[in-house]
């Protein structure tokens, strides 16, 4: 589908309604000026862009509430919104609606380590928590590629994952408690530091849910001892089908790394050709990063394994990270990808499939056939050991044309994915990006169920509406856009 730019429908917010808004936050923080607002109208999906009729950039929970209430009361909807950087198009403002921007909440309210636990604002930057407590031997284990920009918030409401979530589980495995502005302005708080209290689960309830449910504006996170001991290898291939195989057969001899990361050879000349010049050879057609960590004693063990393993999938080479320092420099290169791609393109789509990792070879074949058929310029860096492949279509985002090429390659890789008995999101959620591809996973009744879960929460979908689920009774097309009704 190619989604034009929503126009207005008749029954248009009149635009001076906003200004209300001063009473819950300083002038300052409002904004409504047109050219300020272009800033929002998109996150890291520039595919899809939309103006919001105001921003509201909160820095207490209060202001949220103010202005969440004033939402419920005109019925207006609100996009929540952490640093921006989701690429599913979930923090894309509606059109009349208010962004409620919580990027200003940013303290880390209370760290326990005897209980293994942080209070933190929504807004808190992803990396600063690790920051604050590596001193002490601690970190926060979810650790998405952008962590040095994403917020604790945008992790939870996405469920993010990150290279070393295939050892430590995604976001949700971190999660302990929640503080929630419900659609309608009530606080709720869910879970807390102590383990489960034997009630439902709903803090698993709300984790994922793309701010549909309402505004986090505190979380309590789970602490996690850094390991003693770490080995970071990068193994070099002259194929990709070998570096695919050496991930399969890592985890069929029952070793568990910390992290699988794969990237390709496109990927890696636009690394080394940039700031985040890492030393991958730009010769090879794919490199492995491969990263092992435990007790110092088992090191030697697994190394041993790691190295036969390469051997037998005919790797070229195997480097060692001697120290520390070598240790982030290759992980510059993977952590900077998606920035380093920012030299092939003007705009990058970066999907986020899954696949089983026996298929991952196979998939990535078909993958790159699909590129080559609509003419659009691919690259892979993706998270191997999950099976969650990153196709990077790297496009002009001012040419009608070859958006649409993208647009087709996109839906056809997802399909492929899900062919493969896998499925259309991974760790970036489904947003505005992939709501036309639900129906590729669930039934009509799935939906439903799930849409009614939402209404029991947001019966009037003003919590960042039009978005997962494609069908939604608050949501009406405009243009070939979604809108959500405001009836006024
Ligand atoms: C270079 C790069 C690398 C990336 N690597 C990874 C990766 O390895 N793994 C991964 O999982 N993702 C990755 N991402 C995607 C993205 O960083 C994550 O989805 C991240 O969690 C988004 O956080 P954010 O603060 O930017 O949220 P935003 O983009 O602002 O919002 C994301 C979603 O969360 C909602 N939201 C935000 N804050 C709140 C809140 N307080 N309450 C309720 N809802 C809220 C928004 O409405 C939106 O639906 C990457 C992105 C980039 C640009």
Request: hydrophobic fraction near 40%; aromatic fraction near 6%; glycine fraction near 10%.
């Amino acid at each position: 589908m190619f989604w034009k730019r929503a126009k207005l429908p008749s029954q248009a917010v009149p635009t001076g309604i906003y200004s209300e808004l001063t009473r819950w936050l300083p002038a300052e923080r409002l904004i409504t000026d047109p050219s300020e607002l272009r800033v929002y109208e998109c996150d890291g999906l520039p595919l899809h862009k939309e103006t919001p009729a105001a921003v509201a950039l909160c820095a207490s929970r209060d202001e949220v509430v103010g202005v969440v209430r004033w939402c419920h009361e005109k019925r207006i909807p609100f996009v929540p919104r952490g640093a921006g950087t989701g690429l599913s198009g979930g923090a894309t403002p509606v059109p009349r609606g208010v962004v409620i921007d919580v990027n200003r909440m940013r303290n880390i309210l209370h760290i326990d380590l005897e209980n293994r636990y942080a209070i933190v604002q929504p807004g808190v930057i992803n990396i600063k928590l690790t920051q604050a407590v590596e001193s002490q031997g601690y970190h926060y284990a979810p650790d998405p590629s952008s962590q040095k920009a994403c917020t604790i918030g945008g992790n939870v409401a996405e469920n993010s994952g990150g290279p070393h979530c295939l050892k430590y589980g995604m976001t949700a495995d971190h999660i302990l408690g929640i503080e929630v502005v419900l659609p309608d302005g009530e606080i709720v708080r869910l879970g807390g530091p102590l383990a489960d209290n034997g009630s439902y689960d709903l803090v698993g309830l709300f984790v994922g849910t793309e701010g549909t449910f309402g505004i986090i504006t505190e979380v309590t996170v789970r602490l996690v001892p850094t390991p003693q001991a770490t080995r970071t290898y990068l193994a070099i291939f002259d194929e990709m089908s070998r570096a695919c195989r050496m991930v399969a057969d890592i985890t069929r001899q029952g070793i568990l790394p910390a992290a699988l990361e794969i990237l390709d050879q496109r990927v890696i000349h636009a690394v080394e050709d940039s700031v985040f010049k890492a030393g991958y050879p730009k010769d090879a057609a794919a490199v492995l990063l491969v990263e092992i960590d435990g007790f110092e004693a088992g090191m030697l063990e697994e190394e041993e394994s790691i190295k036969r393993i390469a051997s037998d999938s005919h790797a070229i080479e195997l480097r060692v990270a001697k120290d520390g320092k070598e240790r982030l420099q290759l992980w510059k290169g993977r952590k900077g990808a998606f920035g380093a791609m920012g030299r092939i393109d003007t705009d990058l789509y970066v999907l986020d499939g899954v696949v089983p990792r026996t298929r991952l070879e196979t998939v990535l074949q078909e993958i790159y056939k699909i590129a080559d058929t609509h003419g659009v310029k691919l690259s892979n860096v993706f998270h191997a050991g999950d099976g969650n492949l990153h196709p990077n279509i790297s496009y002009d985002g001012r040419d009608p044309d070859e958006r649409a090429r993208v647009f087709k390659a996109g839906r056809e890789i997802l399909e492929a994915c899900v062919k493969a008995g896998g499925s259309i999101s991974g760790e970036h959620g489904i947003g505005v990006e992939k709501m036309d591809f639900m129906p590729l996973l669930f039934t009509k009744e799935d939906m439903e169920l799930q849409i009614d879960l939402r209404h029991a929460i947001d019966p009037h979908e003003l919590s960042n509406p039009c978005k997962i689920f494609p069908d939604s009774k608050g949501c009406i097309e405009v243009g070939k856009r979604q809108a959500h009704m405001v009836p006024l």
